[in-house]
Every structure is written in C-alpha cells, then in structure tokens.
C-alpha cells in the first residue's frame, strides 16, 4: 500500500498593524532599547489592540488567507486545530469561533495548548489525521494574543512578547513530501518557572487575584533560558540524527523565536549556518504558537519543493520538540 504523508499544501500568517517599539516600552518600564536587543534580539512587537479583539481575530485572518491563496473551500476542511496560550475565552474552543467565522460548517475542530511548542504539537497530531487516510484537508492554527496575559510593569516579560499567528494546511501526499518524523517531549516539573498563577480551576478570579497581579504571565528568565538552550538544541539535533541528515542536507531551520541567543545556540549545535535560519524576532518578539508559521509564512517564497526543513521549539509546560519535514512545493 502507498504510503500517506501530511504536506503542508500553503501557509498564510497575520499579524496586527499596531507596531510596539522598545522605544515605547523604554517610557514603560526600566528598560533600553539597548539592553532589549543585545539580550534578545528583538526591536518591536505587535499588539492586537481595541475591545472584544481576541486571538481568534489573528486565527480568522490567517485562515482566511490562506483559503483564498490555496483556492480551497471552507466547506472543504475537515478538522481544524487552533495551537494557542491564549483562548478567547476558557471555552468554547477559539477554534470553534475561527471555523465559524470562515464558514467551515463541515469541520470539527478543537484547541490545543503547549505553550510556545504549541504549533508543532499540534502539527504534529494533525498529521496523524492524513496519514490514516481518515481526512483530506486539515487546518493547523498558531496564534496567540500574548497582549492580554503580559503584566506592562513587568520588564522580564513585557519586553519580550507580541501577539500574532498563521496557519497551515495539510493535504495527503503518496510522493513522500510532508511531515517525516517528530520528536516532542513534555516534562511538567517545569511549571515553577513558567506559569499564570491564578484565573484556572486552581485558583480562579477573584478580587485578591487581580490585586496580586496573577492573571499575568511568570516567569524566572534565567531558569527559562538555561532550559531552553540546552532542550531546543538537542532536539533538533537529535532529529536530525535519526533521520540521517547532516547540516548540509538541511535547507532551512525554523526555530521558535523566542530568544536570538536561543536561536543561535540551537543553529550551532546542529552545525547550521546563519544563513538557513529563518529569524522574524526583531519584528514580532515572541509570539507564542504563532511564531512557526509566521516564519514558514514570510519565508515561503525562498522554500523549493525537495527542501528538509527542521522545526524546533521549547516552551511553558515544559514542553519541547522537533518537526522534520520534506517541503512539497515551489511557491508561485
Ligand atoms: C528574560 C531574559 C531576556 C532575561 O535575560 P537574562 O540575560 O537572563 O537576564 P537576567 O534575568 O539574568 O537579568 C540580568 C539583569 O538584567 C536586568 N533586567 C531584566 N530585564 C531587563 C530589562 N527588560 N531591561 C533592563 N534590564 C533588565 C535584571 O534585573 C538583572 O539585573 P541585576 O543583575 O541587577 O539583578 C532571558 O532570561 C530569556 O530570554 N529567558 C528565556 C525567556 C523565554 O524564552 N521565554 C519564553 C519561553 S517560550
């Protein structure tokens, strides 16, 4: 029997116009744009502003462009999986409320949530439904309004996150193009130093909490940053030795971009010139599940069919991992 693989068949990012500058973080907090740079890498953000604007609005946008560049149908999609931190609400599924919002009337659809590892978790399981031959046309959403849990007094974290997201869609292919393999890793000790203290079942809203500040992202940076250099290489490393590839075979790295150092640490390891990794973090800081496909979106153009493509990220959980995948096509 031929073998199905899950292609990812178009991609199409958004983010919102609104343009958050380390230069206005900088009258926020105790903070330069000097320091935010040289420890990050990053120069500006964006923030999804005005009421009732949720992260279903970015997953709305991104689908829907990516429906009109495919030329697909909304009533065509099968399933469609929404990788986000930040829900609309606690539910329904903000994928519920981006597939209605297209029109995908025939899919069933649901939310998946791994932190900044969320798209490729989520990639992930989503291939699982094409390779079974059980659905033609999935829908893979990151995005995330990290806006709307990021304490502005708080220059650890405020300096770091944007909001933002895209999507990808994955069709059946029998030429061996798609997802090859993934390796993720889960490990919940690391909750202590990655977490929203209140607003969950543990500990829901109250007035003591919102005076706490607990409806905001923590964070200990440094216990982060240690965690992230050392997982989101090896990982990536380790995908590529199970898949024999060497540096030379690899087109493109497509790290979560959530620290230039992180990211120059992982293309290293892996022996991957600077050249083969697409980088968006000047533009976008850190924008959760929406950082993957916001890069495969802005670099799609200089992807050919037959490239290996290695993902990588790490984030809150902890949660860490890698996707290998053989690009199916030339961008028109
Ligand atoms: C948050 C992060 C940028 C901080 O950088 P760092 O090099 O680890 O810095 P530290 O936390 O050790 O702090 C160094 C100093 O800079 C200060 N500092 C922290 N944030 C600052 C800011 N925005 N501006 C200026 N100074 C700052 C600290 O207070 C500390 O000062 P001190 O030495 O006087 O105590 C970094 O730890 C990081 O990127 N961590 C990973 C975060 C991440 O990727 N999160 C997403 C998970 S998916």
Redesign the pocket.
């Known amino acids: 029997m031929t073998k199905i693989t899950a292609a990812i068949t178009g991609v199409h990012g958004w983010v919102p116009d609104y343009v958050l500058t380390n230069k206005e973080?900088e009258t926020m907090?105790?903070?330069?744009d000097e320091?935010?740079t040289s420890?990050?890498g990053i120069k500006e953000r964006r923030i999804l502003k005005g009421e009732n604007q949720g992260t279903s609005v970015i997953g709305t946008q991104a689908v829907k462009g990516l429906l009109e560049k495919t030329g697909n149908k909304a009533e065509d999609i099968d399933l469609l999986i929404c990788a986000t931190t930040t829900p609309d609400m606690l539910f329904p599924a903000t994928a519920n409320v981006i597939s209605n919002n297209v029109g995908a009337v025939n899919a069933f659809s649901y939310d998946l949530q791994a932190?900044?590892?969320g798209f490729i978790f989520a990639l992930s399981t989503a291939s699982q439904f094409i390779e079974t031959g059980k659905y033609k046309k999935v829908v893979v959403v990151g995005a995330d309004k990290m806006s709307s849990i990021i304490d502005y007094e708080d220059?650890?974290?405020?300096?770091?996150?944007g909001d933002g997201g895209g999507a990808v869609l994955l069709e059946p292919d029998t030429e061996g193009y798609g997802i090859k393999d993934s390796i993720l890793h889960t490990d919940g000790s690391g909750e202590q130093f990655?977490h929203m203290k209140a607003g969950g079942s543990r500990k829901p809203a109250s007035h003591q909490t919102l005076d706490a500040r607990e409806h905001y992202v923590y964070?200990?940076?440094?216990?982060?940053?240690k965690f992230?250099v050392t997982n989101m290489a090896e990982v990536a490393a380790d995908i590529m030795a199970k898949n024999n590839l060497t540096s030379d075979d690899v087109a493109w790295l497509v790290p979560?971009q959530?620290?230039k150092?992180?990211i120059d640490a992982t293309a290293n390891r892996m022996g991957v010139s600077s050249d083969k990794v697409m980088l968006n973090i000047h533009k976008y800081g850190?924008t959760?599940s929406g950082t993957i496909p916001l890069c495969l979106w802005e670099y799609e153009s200089q992807m050919k069919r037959g490239d290996n493509i290695v993902l990588a990220?790490?984030?809150?959980g902890f949660t860490w991992g890698s996707v290998y995948i053989k690009w199916a096509y030339d961008s028109k």
Do not use: D, M
Request: aromatic share 10%.
């Open positions: 973080l907090v105790e903070t330069n320091w935010i420890r990050t932190a900044c590892s220059r650890q974290t405020c300096i770091i996150f990655l964070q200990e940076g440094s216990q982060v940053f992230a979560h959530a620290n150092r992180i850190n959760t990220a790490f984030g809150g």
